[in-house]
């Protein structure tokens, strides 16, 4: 089993920065991705970003060039730096675990608001 904990969500105008973090715990050696998705009011959960345990990464379009996934493998924690956030970027960020068997662990998400 796998654990995953969000934090660093909150309210910004638009523009502005923020850092989202995603803490495993647990069997975290099975994982081989971890990654960053997010759902709006009245949407499907979308891919944001996600990175593989050899560095691979793969970013939604939307968020090229103003997001970026990176990892800390010595405090088991996975961050998104998020940046020029724009209002369009409001949802609940979820961090997902995914094994080399394919089983996913998500997190209970953290809400992201962008004023404008």
């Known amino acids: 089993q796998v654990q995953l904990v969000e934090s660093g969500g909150g309210l910004v105008q638009a523009g502005g920065s923020l850092r989202l973090s995603c803490a495993a715990s647990?069997?975290?050696?099975?994982?081989?991705?971890m990654g960053w998705y997010r759902q709006a009011p009245g949407k499907q959960r979308e891919l944001v970003a996600t990175k593989t345990n050899s560095g691979m990464t793969n970013y939604a379009d939307s968020v090229k060039g103003r997001f970026g996934i990176s990892r800390d493998n010595a405090k088991n924690t996975v961050y998104l730096q998020m940046n020029s956030l724009k209002p369009e970027d409001t949802a609940n960020y979820y961090c997902r675990g995914v094994t080399a068997s394919g089983i996913s662990y998500w997190g209970r998400g953290t809400l992201v608001t962008v004023s404008s």
């Open positions: 647990g069997s975290i050696f099975s994982i081989n991705v």
